[in-house]
């Protein structure tokens, strides 16, 4: 698979997709936070990627009617790895800390160009890989932990996670550059939504769900928001932009997400950012530019290399 031959127009829309979901996902966080302090997990996951489903059963009834077997496997793999992300970190969290968890989840940057070499053998350029690793260093700078605690089972539990993610990465750019967009995207939420319900049944049928989950104004616009933008609007324009770029590029675009929450919680709750924090959010900008405008290629006088092997990284 290539997407060197991208038409320079539609490289820019694609990656703007990506940049706006990178920038929905960093403020949604904040929303996130405060429908975990009054619901349990596995009711907000469920009731999420539920009402998505939901969403893409109306919208493209007709459509997904028509779906082949093969784009339909597809979906539900990338489903199924979504929803393998979503359990591990969930599970981790409960066994360390959260600053923890988000440096380690953010080692996806690195999982998901070997991922994609290894099992779709995508060749991310050189400004890929300069990219990154400007854009790894800026994550590293922002969201480091700061406690000395020893490697925990908490800590394993969401390296694998971050695997799942850079798997699903991988595979969304490798399944949608020759499927169908809507059906790889309904696909993958219908199939999170049926985990997710079948985990808070069982959760419930054991009696380890009891929370209360009120049902108040503030959760249904909450909900609405997360379901309808964060979940069915940005399953399709993931899929539709990763279809048009390299999985490296689009990691590294991705890394937004910790420094658009980091500036939003700074401007929109005053939450401390340090000068090394605001440094490594530069970083990140940094690193996708220098993907994006061939930075790399164009000083080294090699614009004309569409891709390289990850052992040329080396």
Sequence with gaps: MSNSNTKPSAGWLSDGALVGLALMWGTSHVVTKEILAAHSPAFYTSTRFGIAAICFALVFARHLRGANWRQVKQGTLLGLLSFTGIAFYVLGLNFTQASKAGFITGLYLVFTPLIGFALFKVK???????????????????????????????????????????????????????GDVRTLAAFQVMTVAILALTVLFILRSLGLETRPNPIDRQFLWQIGYMAVMVTFVAALLQTWAQSRVNPTHAVILYALEPATAAVFAYYAFGEKLSFWRGVGATLIVVGVMISRLKVASRLTGSEKVNSLPLEADC
């Design 124 to 178: 991310p350029t050189r400004d890929h890989l300069t990219g990154l690793a400007v854009a790894i260093a800026g994550f590293s700078l922002l969201s480091f932990p700061r406690s000395g605690e020893a490697v925990n089972w908490g800590d394993v539990l969401v390296l694998l996670a971050a695997v799942a993610w850079a798997s699903h990465i991988a595979a969304t750019s490798a399944f949608a550059a020759a």
